[in-house]
């Protein structure tokens, strides 16, 4: 397990290393270090500018042999997010690593958690946040498919889509909440009352009675949630949402 001071000690040399390599324009430093609420489970957040957009393939490759000669790297994926490569690396001592990569001229903070360290960035942009609109539909995607499954005798499939169906109602009260909605990070800081209605939702064991259980539960739940933000669309999808238990019986 790596220590705090082992991963600012990584962190510095990433850095002096960007600064060695004279095709980075920009680096900085993003996620909660630059947000100063950095603790012992956080990873490396790297993200730096290219000079030249053709290079970015060069630079990905000699930077992924750096990670994995120097740092012993045990495998990496790549996030892409508009014209931004990230480059998440897992090392042995369960440290991660994000190394993001764009071209200068699209080099900039998308947040408020950037801090530049050296070289130049364009003017701040903000991100659009998810339009609840999406999520809701995901949510009543989900469902359609948590029923076929529990029909089917696909338990497992069944409970991977009740999860799925509590997740997105969570994340439209995270948006009503002003809270992050992505992967589950404003969860934690909403009010126990809202997160304490979706405990029933819990699938407890794979059997079809418990499946239907949970799934009529979080049904209600995400009924609830798409009427805090839209009360007529909730109205137009109620009945057809809470007859897809019964439909799966």
């Known amino acids: 397990m790596f ?58 490759a000699d ?16 996030v892409v997010f508009g014209q931004w490569v990230y480059r998440v690396f897992f090392l042995p001592d369960t440290l991660q690593v994000d190394l993001a990569f764009v071209s200068s001229t699209e080099f900039r903070a998308l947040a408020a958690t950037f801090r530049l360290i050296f070289g130049m960035a364009n003017e701040p942009r903000t991100i659009e946040l998810p339009r609840a609109e999406g999520i809701v539909g995901l949510g009543w995607l989900y469902a359609l498919h948590a029923r076929s499954s529990i029909a089917r005798g ?41 997160t304490a209605a979706f405990e029933d939702s819990l699938v407890r064991s794979l059997d079809q009675a418990e499946l239907l259980r949970a799934f009529k539960a979080v049904l209600g739940g995400l ?22 238990a019964e439909y799966s019986e």
């Not at 750096?66 to 495998?75: D, E, G, K, Q, S």
């Not at 499939?157 to 169906?165: L, P, R």
């Not at 009924?223 to 897809?244: H, M």
Request: hydrophobic share 45%; net charge negative.
């Open 154 to 194: 696909k338990f497992w499939q069944a409970e991977y889509m009740i999860s799925g169906i509590r997740d997105h109602a969570l994340a439209l009260a995270c948006l009503r909440h002003g809270l992050d909605s992505a992967h589950g990070r404003g969860i934690h800081l909403l009010p126990a009352g809202v």
């Open 223 to 244: 009924v609830r949630e798409i009427r805090n933000i839209d009360g007529e669309l909730a109205a137009r999808l109620q009945t057809p949402l809470a007859q897809l």
């Open 63 to 78: 930077w992924t042999a750096h990670v994995y000669n120097r740092y012993l790297a045990l495998h990496h994926l790549d």
């Open 3 to 60: 220590t705090p001071v082992e991963r600012e000690s990584l962190r510095s040399e990433l850095l002096e290393y960007a600064t060695a390599d004279r095709r980075i324009t920009g680096g900085a430093i993003t996620g909660s270090a630059a947000a100063g609420c950095e603790d012992r489970w956080s990873d490396i957040d790297l993200a730096f500018g290219v000079a030249d957009a053709a290079e970015l393939p060069n630079v990905l």
